[in-house]
């Protein structure tokens, strides 16, 4: 099946400071990924969309500015968690949609677990 | 405002029972209903349903839609303890393709 792969798997960081995440679709093009987060005990709340060659499409009450999204190539999108906060702190898990494809199905990454200290 | 719904919220069984996990939705513009199965990572594909009253089925597995009603469940007979897992269930939109996720079913399944 499809892979998704994430880096880092896991991140500890000063507040204030910046950090990537990476989402890559390994054997498939993505045209669309989605970036979730997932705080204990709860389920994913999708943070935004992330299309090839444009803008993000933020979900309501996520910050555009905190949470950079780039999608340059069909194979890679990054998370960008700018000015990290301790409230940052939660466990980020990356989809992919293979382009072309009739079918819906998303497949994920094994998520990054962001530590702000 | 979209919702998907998961019931019971956990559920603790003995291997070899079986369970049946619940997940209704109010979701505009309804593509598909996917369940997941949820480690300690990221969620795993179990099944998605477009079609009403159509059963899918893996191993000890089903699901079944209910458009109509706006529901679907996940049964799983013969339960073993690697069946201990959160159940997420989600809902394809069109257009988007967003999907919108219920809080879980926690399954834990002692020997």
């Known amino acids: 099946g499809a892979v998704v792969s994430q880096h880092p798997s896991w991140v500890i960081c000063k507040s204030g400071t910046s950090v990537k995440i990476e989402c890559r679709s390994l054997?498939?093009?993505?045209?669309?990924m989605f970036w979730y987060r997932q705080f204990p005990k709860q389920s994913l709340m999708l943070m935004a969309t992330s299309n090839e060659g444009s803008k993000a499409t933020y979900e309501q009450g996520v910050e555009k500015d905190k949470f950079l999204i780039n999608h340059a190539s069909l194979t890679l999108s990054t998370l960008t968690v700018t000015s990290a906060h301790p409230e940052d702190s939660s466990f980020y898990i990356c989809?992919?949609?293979?382009?072309?494809?009739?079918?819906?199905?998303?497949?994920f990454g094994p998520g990054t677990r962001l530590t702000v200290t | 405002e979209d919702k998907v719904v998961q019931s019971p919220l956990s559920l603790v069984v003995h291997e070899g029972d079986t369970v049946t996990l619940n997940c209704s939705y109010e979701v505009t513009n309804f593509r598909s209903l996917l369940w997941y199965k949820q480690e300690k990572k990221a969620p795993t594909f179990l099944f998605m349903l477009?079609?009403?009253?159509i059963e899918k089925k893996s191993g000890r597995l089903s699901s079944i839609l209910d458009k109509k009603e706006l529901f679907s469940i996940l049964n799983i007979t013969a339960t073993q303890t690697g069946d201990s897992a959160i159940y997420l269930c989600a809902v394809g939109q069109g257009g988007s393709e967003k999907l919108v996720f219920g809080k879980g079913t926690k399954l834990t399944v002692n020997p």
């Open positions: 989809s992919a949609r293979e382009h072309g494809l009739t079918s819906r199905e998303q497949y």
């Open positions: 054997d498939f093009q993505a045209t669309t």
């Open positions: 477009t079609s009403s009253g």
